[in-house]
């Protein structure tokens, strides 16, 4: 049986800031400060989206003082392209499954 992409990650990676915001903490552990100056997101903005990716598992945080760390949960993602590996391998072989006209 193949496997299903997660249709509510992909939602929750889709919008632009969330997808910026992944791939600067795929880079490194960055704090709200850094993320509102790399993103150029007001910080309330930028919280909520934060909330988001905590929420969909995508993101932990580390408090440091007055500070929360977020650090990228490669787990997650890894998890997702494998879905869409799996999809790509299905799609391979799809040629030999052609079903019959009736």
Known sequence: MMTS?????IRVLA??????IVTLLAKETLCTTHLVEETGAKQTNLSNHMKVLRE???V???PCGRYIYYRLKPDVIAQLASQFADLAESARTAAENKRACP
């Open 60 to 62: 932990e945080t580390e």
């Open 56 to 58: 969909a598992g995508v």
């Open 5 to 9: 992409v997660d249709t509510d990650l």
């Open 15 to 20: 919008d632009p800031l969330r997808l910026q």
